[in-house]
């Protein structure tokens, strides 16, 4: 294995590596491919599988969790859902621990209902549909990790709450605890024990992941919180992946500021490159900075790639022991300067959807509600009973928010057949934090767009057709969103007449408040929406296509 510090030739590469909601990485190669995967909270499919051969450029070929038997999420708070996975790749099968939330409380968290965890297994991991039904753990708990030990024996660590918190602690007193498993059934094999509980935030040691190098286990800690405090801890053990564990001397590995680009840093796993390199993935935000301070970042949390070394007495370094930046000097790898395209659209044309886009739970009639197939070269919603501010699954599509600027455009074609009925595009943080802007029809018969701003504000404008086409635009600045809409009214064969209105607009402060039940886990996403308010929409919604531009 060699050094980064050895290197003489350096290279820069821009971070983050996935831009988007991606937070709680984890990573592995297997011979010349990485692949990697991120939590997917409340959205189906869950787990994102991404691809890369030179951890840098990522795409997205598939989930892990696509079918109702592996995951079935009913009404969770915002945050809940799919939580922390891990992957891993032992003896020709690639593994996925993780768990799932519905509900839980954070003003009350001892009390949670905890999630029990469970792996999936595929041999292909290409083949999103190939990955088994889960095999539970016996262990409740979060952030799922398994390590294989050259014995055979396979360890799962995962943070729940102490066996005998003090119930007069201030602090979560949620920590670490390790067992060997039965990988067959997932039950415990061996008494699970507390081996990391940390005393830095509020006192909760998680994100765990463990492995061997030399002669040494390791095992990884996200602490702090996954906030301000978010920082990694690194212990190792001669012994066994249970202890006693010797901490790292300069640990925390990272631990960015509050006054940094690049904020929250925490939450690593590691992989050794082809040519032996080391490399950690983690979570960070990139929040904006304004006149009064730091808005949320409308990404949430995103993967960061950084290069690890090895000092001589075998404790890693990462990101050369400096905060983690936007820009990154890693040894060289001939790796040129990589940008995320901006631009994305789809035409509705082909018989399948494009990946990344995702179901708010796990839809009730996922085949019935949207389809491609029922007008050609349309995707078709017949809108649910459910509005975006219901903590159930809305008749609605969903896609990162990737780039700060841009244009996110969709054409809609819907007569809208009463008047609790709409059918739009929106930007959408979580049940509570939206803003939306369709076509519905007003009680007095004339067919409008109606903008809903997260604030509470309604903005309408009537449309001068009952039937033409509206292309609907949610225009992306640093700062705010911006609304608006063209009637696409045929004059004659070529023309049209109408002209572009904008209709309002909201700040990303808003759109990223702090929700008031659950957490702000995920990232902003655009969605294709239709609903009947409490019935089902009597016409459907068929959406010609979608861009961000
Ligand atoms: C993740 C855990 C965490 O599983 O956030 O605050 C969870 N801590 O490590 C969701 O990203």
Known sequence: SRSAADETS??????????????????????KDYFLTTSSFEYTPGAPIY????????????????????L????????????????????????LTTCVWDRYRPQDSYE???????YVKTKDIWNSDSWSDPVYFDQPGFDQDLFWDDDGKVYLSTTHRKVDRDPDSKLKDQGVHICTIDLETGDSASQSTLVRESRVGD???????????????????????????????????????????????????????????????????FVEDVEGHWWAVCLAVRPLKTETGWTPSVFGRESFLVP???SDDEWPELNHGRPIALQTVAPARGIYMYDQPTKWSETFNSPKLQLGWYRKNTAVKPDSDCT???????????????????????????????????????????????????????????YFTWSSIGVRRASSGVRQVVLTLAEGEVVSADLKTDDAE????IECQESMYRFGFEEAVKTDKNSTEGGFQWLGETSTETMTRYPPVGLPFTGMMFCLYSFGEMQRSPTPADFAFAEFM
Not at 470 to 473: M, R, S, W
Request: positive net charge.
């Open 112 to 118: 949670r209902a905890w999630p029990q965890g469970f």
């Open 470 to 473: 509206i292309v609907l635009a």
């Open 308 to 310: 690890v070394s090895w």
């Open 203 to 269: 006192g909760v040691a998680e994100g765990s992941h463990i492995f061997k190098k030399g002669k040494y286990y390791y095992l990884f800690t996200a602490e702090g919180g996954t906030e301000s405090g978010h920082s990694e801890f690194c212990f190792r053990s001669e012994k066994s992946p249970l202890g006693p564990w010797e901490a790292c001397p300069h640990n925390p590995l990272v631990h960015n500021n509050t006054n940094d680009e690049v904020q929250n840093t925490g939450h690593c796993d």
């Open 51 to 70: 691809h890369s051969t030179d951890l840098i450029q990522w795409t997205l070929i598939g989930h892990a969790l696509t079918r109702k038997s592996q």
């Open 72 to 95: 079935d999420i009913k009404a969770p708070e915002p945050g809940g859902g799919v939580w922390a996975c891990t992957l891993r790749y032992h003896d020709g099968w690639f593994y």
């Open 10 to 31: 350096l290279e820069t590469f821009r971070n983050p590596i996935l831009p988007g909601f991606n937070p709680d990485p984890s990573i592995i190669r297997v011979k």
């Open 372 to 430: 491609l197939t029922a007008r050609p070269g349309y995707l078709r919603l017949y809108g649910g009973p459910f509005r975006l501010n219901k903590p159930n699954s809305p008749t609605a599509l969903f896609r990162k928010q990737l780039h700060r600027q841009g244009v996110w455009r969709a054409k809609l074609s819907f007569e809208p057949g009463s008047t609790n009925c709409e059918a739009g595009t929106a930007v959408y943080m979580d």
